[in-house]
């Protein structure tokens, strides 16, 4: 275990010619506080944990010092906005203080997020608020409980410093690590600039430190974004199995290594609804939960054609072909656990296919649905009650329900294997919009933090049973069902 001053960094990032960043130290706080830390984060990078209740972790997470061999940058990226380019973004707020090397030879980006104003900053202010960085660190960390490739959440840092949103909010600031922040909108600044050979030299940079299992192939390229293309392919997938909507699919906001990044306007689906469109100013629903299959697609074309340098035509489209498959096989297999099939059969998609329609109509809540699935019984006539009620219109479920036995005694699997296999990949607990908003009111009316501490260890361990915390798997109370989540951050 490693004290803060003893963190060793490896700056790779700030050793790429200087047009990729901008040199910047944090703008720091008056009066920083903790609001949360989590253990689970520290230990990637050996971090003691008792280092958080120490003066020196809150000075250099809030920007007032500076650990020795760290060297912060901005990263310079651009991208396609709702389907626009825009030449200018970058890190406005956010700042890579530096790369941790752990104990076992990885490397961790640490990221301040609202670390103040940096060159890509625009008119904006380089804060994020409270609210949006407790919704950041419990997303994050709640994916990572999930199994959904991520960036994780070490700790917010809190201040009294006034930061105006739609009204007047408190700043915070939100350490988050990932192994590369590199993004589609990385490469795609220098196509754009017709910078050819820096589309190399960030492609090279990549594979050398991410994909070094491509290091020496002969058509590395082409082999790293065939990569790219299957990684997004499986990541979108589990976003669908999950009912995760991002709310901000951004070329910009897509990670080159295939993990969620840029949590903002994001939800999960609650009563099903394939429409659902978490962030209110996404007024055509371009990123709506229906859609993330087909943006991927389009964002991995914009990412593509801007590494066409290297790579030739065919070849792009050649590897572009890999993502319709890898999402079919990746999505099928997870939703086949979730319904507790362990065999493949043709039928099984439209198996699933029905359930999610039926679920529409029926406006069933997704997780809490298929978490009481695997209490299912083989006996059908009304021993799937519980299951039949959460649907408004019980009759649609019956229809699916024999269907569902035929299918599943075709099997000979013991009930109780395949209650236990089920409950592996269906969570009890996801991180409802409400949910968020109690642990956020709390903070942001009251300074209490308790809510984020115990909200982030329901989520951390998703799928098993904790009894004192049934409440938290229940739906959206009356008083939360017009929540209106804000996308400013
Ligand atoms: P996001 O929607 O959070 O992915 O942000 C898109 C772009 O806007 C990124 O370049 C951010 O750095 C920038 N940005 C968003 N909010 C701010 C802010 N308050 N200050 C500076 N830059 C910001
Ligand atoms: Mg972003």
């Not at 720091?28 to 506080?33: A, E, G, Q, V």
């Not at 830390?37 to 971090?47: E, G, H, R, T, V």
């Not at 649907?391 to 299918?407: A, K, L, N, P, T």
Request: net charge negative.
């Amino acid at each position: 275990m490693r004290k803060i001053t003893e963190l060793e960094f490896d700056n790779t990032y700030r050793r790429l010619p200087e047009e990729f960043y901008h040199v910047v130290s944090p703008t720091p706080f008056d009066n920083p506080h903790l609001v949360c830390f989590n253990p689970d984060a520290a230990s990637l990078i050996d971090l003691d944990p008792k280092e958080a209740e120490k003066n020196e972790f809150l000075e250099y997470f809030s920007g007032i010092g500076q650990i020795s061999g760290s060297e912060p940058v901005a990263m310079y990226y651009t991208g396609h906005q709702f389907g626009v380019y825009n030449p200018r973004i970058g890190d406005g707020r956010a700042i890579l203080l530096g790369e941790v090397r752990n104990l076992k030879g990885e490397k961790w980006d640490l990221h301040l997020k609202g670390a103040g104003r940096t060159r890509y900053a625009r008119e904006f202010d380089g804060r994020a608020v409270l609210r949006s960085t407790i919704r950041e660190y419990l997303c994050s960390e709640a994916m990572h409980g999930l199994g959904i490739p991520t960036t994780r959440a070490l700790c917010i840092i809190g201040s009294d410093e006034k930061v105006q949103r739609e009204k007047v909010e408190t700043g915070a600031m939100l350490v988050r690590m990932a192994e590369s922040h590199v993004r589609f909108g990385s490469f795609e600044a220098f196509f754009y600039r017709e910078q050819d050979d820096y589309i190399m030299l960030l492609a090279d940079y990549v594979i050398n430190h991410h994909f070094s299992h491509l290091k020496e192939e002969e058509n590395k390229y082409k082999l790293f974004l065939k990569e790219v293309v299957e990684r997004t392919a499986r990541l979108i997938s589990a976003w669908q199995a999950f009912g995760f909507t991002h709310g901000v699919m951004n070329t910009d906001n897509m990670s080159i290594l295939g993990i969620t990044i840029d949590y903002g306007p994001f939800g999960f689906i609650e009563e099903y609804n394939s429409e659902y469109i978490p962030n209110d100013s996404d007024h055509f629903g371009r990123y709506s939960f229906e859609n993330q299959y087909s943006i991927a697609y389009w964002n991995l074309k914009k990412f593509a054609q801007s590494s066409i340098s290297l790579i030739n035509r065919d070849e792009a489209v050649e590897a572009l072909g890999n993502y319709e498959s890898t999402f079919k096989q990746s999505y099928l297999k997870i939703m086949r656990k979730k319904l507790g099939l362990f065999e493949k059969k043709d039928e099984d998609s439209k198996i699933i296919q029905n359930m999610l329609s039926l679920m529409e109509v029926g406006k069933v809540d997704y997780t809490n649905f298929l978490r009481k699935l695997s209490d299912f019984s083989l006996n059908g006539k009304g021993s799937n009650n519980a299951l039949r009620k959460m649907f408004i219109d019980s009759g649609i479920f019956d229809q699916w329900e024999s269907v569902y036995i035929d299918r599943l005694k075709a099997e000979n699997i013991d009930q109780s294997v395949r209650k236990k296999a089920m409950e592996r990949v269906n969570p009890k607990y996801i991180l409802r919009n409400y949910l968020a908003e109690v642990a956020i009111r709390k903070a942001v009316e009251n300074s209490d933090y308790s809510e984020i501490d115990r909200l982030h260890q329901v989520l951390r361990n998703p799928y098993r049973e904790q009894p004192e915390n049934n409440g938290y798997s229940n739906p959206v109370p009356d008083w939360a069902r017009n929540l209106v989540i804000s996308c400013s951050s």
